[in-house]
Protein backbone atom coordinates (compact mmCIF):
# COMPACT_ATOMS: atom_id res chain seq x y z
CA UNK A 1 0.00 0.00 0.00
CA UNK A 2 1.50 3.30 -1.34
CA UNK A 3 0.17 6.39 1.00
CA UNK A 4 -0.82 8.53 -1.63
CA UNK A 5 -3.08 11.33 0.84
CA UNK A 6 -0.77 14.56 -0.09
CA UNK A 7 0.33 12.93 -3.58
CA UNK A 8 2.64 10.99 -4.57
CA UNK A 9 6.48 12.21 -3.20
CA UNK A 10 8.18 9.87 -0.73
CA UNK A 11 8.54 6.16 0.21
CA UNK A 12 9.82 3.81 2.65
CA UNK A 13 10.90 0.29 2.41
CA UNK A 14 12.36 -1.11 5.18
CA UNK A 15 14.79 1.43 6.78
CA UNK A 16 15.02 3.37 3.57
CA UNK A 17 13.77 6.26 2.63
CA UNK A 18 12.80 7.39 -1.32
CA UNK A 19 11.90 10.28 -3.06
CA UNK A 20 9.44 9.91 -6.12
CA UNK A 21 12.25 10.95 -9.39
CA UNK A 22 9.01 12.75 -10.74
CA UNK A 23 6.47 12.91 -8.00
CA UNK A 24 3.03 13.62 -8.72
CA UNK A 25 -0.03 15.37 -7.05
CA UNK A 26 -3.11 17.34 -8.70
CA UNK A 27 -1.51 20.70 -8.09
CA UNK A 28 -3.43 21.19 -4.30
CA UNK A 29 -1.51 18.39 -2.44
CA UNK A 30 -3.70 15.24 -3.41
CA UNK A 31 -2.60 12.75 -5.57
CA UNK A 32 -3.68 12.90 -9.14
CA UNK A 33 -7.30 11.60 -10.69
CA UNK A 34 -7.12 7.85 -10.91
CA UNK A 35 -4.88 7.18 -8.02
CA UNK A 36 -6.18 5.82 -4.43
CA UNK A 37 -6.84 8.32 -1.52
CA UNK A 38 -4.97 8.01 1.00
CA UNK A 39 -3.90 4.72 -0.24
CA UNK A 40 -2.74 3.01 -3.76
CA UNK A 41 -2.46 -0.59 -3.66
CA UNK A 42 0.31 -2.43 -5.67
CA UNK A 43 3.33 -3.74 -5.38
CA UNK A 44 7.37 -2.54 -4.78
CA UNK A 45 10.09 -4.24 -6.48
CA UNK A 46 13.73 -2.34 -5.02
CA UNK A 47 16.71 -2.87 -7.35
CA UNK A 48 19.90 -1.28 -5.76
CA UNK A 49 19.08 2.55 -5.32
CA UNK A 50 15.49 2.56 -6.83
CA UNK A 51 12.23 1.28 -6.05
CA UNK A 52 9.74 1.20 -8.60
CA UNK A 53 5.91 0.70 -7.63
CA UNK A 54 3.30 -0.46 -10.31
CA UNK A 55 -0.56 -0.98 -9.72
CA UNK A 56 -3.29 -3.18 -11.96
CA UNK A 57 -3.90 0.20 -12.95
CA UNK A 58 -1.06 0.52 -15.21
CA UNK A 59 0.44 2.81 -12.62
CA UNK A 60 4.41 2.65 -12.70
CA UNK A 61 6.47 5.87 -10.44
CA UNK A 62 9.97 5.30 -9.73
CA UNK A 63 11.75 6.38 -6.52
CA UNK A 64 14.99 6.93 -5.97
CA UNK A 65 16.83 6.02 -2.49
CA UNK A 66 18.17 9.14 0.09
CA UNK A 67 21.35 7.64 1.31
CA UNK A 68 21.32 8.04 4.88
CA UNK A 69 17.99 9.59 5.79
CA UNK A 70 15.96 8.57 8.88
CA UNK A 71 13.07 10.22 7.83
CA UNK A 72 10.86 11.36 5.17
CA UNK A 73 11.27 15.10 3.91
CA UNK A 74 7.75 16.23 4.71
CA UNK A 75 5.17 14.78 6.73
CA UNK A 76 1.35 14.36 5.66
CA UNK A 77 -1.39 15.75 7.63
Not at 17 to 25: K, T
Not at 34 to 59: C, E, I, L, M
Request: hydrophobic residues 35%; charged residues 15%; proline residues 8%.
Amino acid sequence: MLYTHCGIKELRVDDTFFLAESPLDDGQGNPPPGWGNPYQAGTVTVSGSKAVFRDDNGHVITFLARPGATGFLNICS
